[in-house]
């Protein structure tokens, strides 16, 4: 089984900064025939399910705002915020769809200092 | 657009069956590439992926929870069910139900998009 490990598990961060998290799987999640991570990140809000915002670990899902960025390949992934706004506040889940069973990261909560 | 909607009771007792049904509107649910699947979040916690389903009906469990899950399809009524046996305190989360999207391969399970909102279920007596 992959064990996801996510890093931190909370950021506190001012309006405009960047945030940084981390993600790491205990085996790659690269295929090597399509040279594709298998790698997603989500988003998710109080009350509210998550939301892809990151697959292929650097793609970015339609409509997600271009200041998230994916990257990363193997085992170690980053999601990064390049300006972190208020409708970013949220806790960011990674998960790796490589092989069942599917898992997913504890998740970093991301709050405005 | 595709929409997903769980639905069934938000209370269930100790050694009872959880079983919940995800109803699938605005799209095509007979479609061959779609896999659906269900994940659950204990309140506060962190998600954890329960199964799977292909179109075909071949299903895909998390091994944690093989012994007492069973997910089905039913093309006609257009929806997918979870049972989920013997519960304790233990399996009180809010259960979403997802699309897993299409990928490059029809037999990839992969990232889910969309998902439905979410039905909180409590065991207790």
């Known amino acids: 089984d992959i064990v996801m490990t996510q890093s931190p598990d909370s950021l506190a961060l001012s309006l405009g900064e960047r945030a940084t998290m981390n993600c790491k799987s205990s085996q790659s999640v690269l295929y090597d025939v399509n040279n594709k991570n298998y790698l997603a990140w989500y988003q998710q809000k109080p009350g509210q399910p998550p939301k892809v915002v990151i697959y292929?670990?650097?793609t970015r899902e339609s409509g997600v705002p271009d200041r998230f960025s994916g990257s990363g390949s193997g085992t170690d992934f980053t999601l990064t915020i390049s300006s972190l706004q208020a409708e970013d506040v949220a806790v960011y889940y990674c998960q790796q769809y490589y092989s069942t069973p599917l898992s997913f990261g504890g998740g970093t909560k991301v709050e405005i200092k | 657009q595709l929409q997903l909607q769980e639905s069934g009771p938000g209370l269930v007792k100790p050694s009872g069956t959880l079983s919940l049904s995800c109803t699938v509107s605005?799209?095509?649910?007979?479609?061959?590439?779609?896999?659906w699947g269900w994940i659950r979040q204990p309140p506060g916690k962190g998600l954890e992926w329960i199964g799977s389903i292909f179109y075909s009906g071949s299903t895909f469990y998390n091994p944690s929870l093989r012994s007492r899950v069973t997910i089905s399809v039913d093309s006609s009524k257009n929806h997918f069910s979870l049972n989920l046996s013997s519960v304790t305190a233990a399996d009180t989360a809010v259960y979403y139900c997802a699309r897993h999207e299409f990928g490059d391969y029809v037999s990839d399970l992969n990232w889910f998009d969309p998902w439905g909102q979410g039905t909180l279920v409590t065991v207790s007596s």
């Open positions: 292929w670990a650097s």
């Open positions: 605005g799209g095509s649910f007979s479609n061959s590439k779609n896999h």
